[in-house]
């Protein structure tokens, strides 16, 4: 059973351009979280996907924006990329429909670093 | 604002020794409380806590929450070399949220 995926591994970056992530959620998994991780610091959350929708939003400006597809993947856009875009974004996922992302772990992917010079 | 506030920042310890790791936390609409190690890249779950003053226990591993002082500890007993990470810890909101608030994390380095 494949676990979280999330693609490319690495990404190089200049300032202003724009990036897209990728994230598969674990088999039967159908909500995805994405997180942001600057160095020394614990993850932020993003955004969080359900049914193709935003369910809800974490304190991050509109230049962060996703998706979610029918297969339950994801993507996260960064638009107009600053320095201080780069980090570790991590892609979780969960179990359960509407009220299970409050009753089940959220699982991790291994990640995407992002190098904005 | 919610807030977790983890400590030791960070601890060096030798193989064998036990360690106690705290977390604090004051958030709005808590639901439970998860318990990561992060090696490299992905945090790998650890525990769920939902229910005070029961402890969970996965080999070496325990954990704890205390709902009323709003705070949970990670116990790692006879450590290994293969226990050196960052462990995070992330209250679970509830309500309309279901997203993780996360620490900034426990380094913890284990010499042999």
């Known amino acids: 059973d494949a676990g979280v995926t999330q693609s490319p591994t690495h990404l190089i970056k200049t300032r202003g351009q724009q990036v897209t992530l990728r994230c598969s959620p674990k088999?039967?998994?159908?909500?995805v979280s994405w997180y942001q991780q600057a160095l020394g610091q614990g993850p932020q959350f993003i955004f969080q996907?359900?049914?193709?929708?935003?369910?809800q939003r974490g304190n991050f400006p509109d230049r962060f924006s996703g998706h979610q597809f029918p297969n339950y993947s994801s993507e996260l856009n960064v638009n107009a990329l600053l320095l201080g875009d780069s980090a570790l974004y991590l892609c979780?996922?969960?179990?359960?429909?509407?009220?299970?992302?409050?009753?089940?772990?959220?699982?991790f992917g291994p990640g995407t670093r992002l190098t904005v010079l | 604002e919610d807030k977790v506030v983890q400590s030791p920042l960070s601890l060096v310890v030798h193989e064998g020794d036990t360690v106690t790791l705290n977390c604090s936390y004051e958030?709005?609409?808590?639901?439970?409380l998860l318990w990561y190690k992060q090696e490299k890249k992905a945090p790998t779950f650890l525990f769920m806590l939902?229910?005070?003053?029961i402890e969970k226990k996965s080999g070496r591993l325990s954990s704890i929450l205390d709902k009323k002082e709003l705070f949970s500890i990670l116990n790692i007993t006879a450590t290994q070399t293969g226990d050196s990470a960052i462990y995070l810890c992330?209250?679970?909101?509830?309500?309309?949220?279901?997203?993780?608030?996360f620490g900034k994390g426990t380094k913890l380095s284990v010499k042999p």
């Open positions: 939902t229910s005070s003053g």
């Open positions: 992330a209250p679970l909101l509830g309500g309309s949220q279901g997203n993780l608030i």
């Open positions: 958030v709005t609409n808590f639901r439970s």
């Open positions: 996907y359900y049914e193709e929708e935003e369910r």
């Open positions: 088999s039967g998994h159908d909500t």
């Open positions: 979780a996922s969960s179990l359960g429909g509407a009220w299970g992302v409050f009753y089940n772990e959220q699982f």
